[in-house]
Nanobody, 114 residues
Framework: VQLQASGGGLVQPGGSLRLSCAAS????????MGWYRQAPGKQREVVAT???????TYADSVQGRFTISRENAESTVYLQMNSLEPEDTAVYYC?????????WGQGTQVTVSS
């Protein structure tokens, strides 16, 4: 299984971006998917997760601004990011967990700046 993230870029404060993460293999629909981020000089932190049932969790800092979703038919997880703030600037990583298996995508840079 491999994860391929895309959709990052430069956006002004208040703007929006949508990240995508496509998974190869056949276990996607059974997996918990997540988005994490790591800003310079900081530890990687969880942004949002979505279980195989569709249950979602969010970090307090993004609640109400970000939405995680999944399309099992496309083996893809999305992160819709609205009302972006400079503090959201980071490398964003997608994550797959299934049993003892944990995989990371390659990361995509999101920069929020005027």
């Amino acid at each position: 299984v491999q994860l391929q993230a895309s959709g990052g870029g430069l956006v002004q404060p208040g703007g929006s971006l949508r990240l995508s993460c496509a998974a190869s293999g056949t276990i996607f629909s059974f997996s918990t998917m997540g988005w994490y981020r790591q800003a310079p000089g900081k530890q990687r932190e969880v942004v949002a997760t979505i279980g195989s049932s569709g249950r979602t969790t969010y970090a307090d800092s993004v609640q109400g601004r970000f939405t995680i979703s999944r399309e099992n038919a496309e083996s893809t997880v999305y992160l819709q990011m609205n009302s972006l703030e400079p503090e959201d600037t980071a490398v964003y990583y997608c994550n797959l967990r299934w049993g003892s298996l944990e995989l990371w995508g390659q990361g995509t840079q999101v920069t929020v700046s005027s």
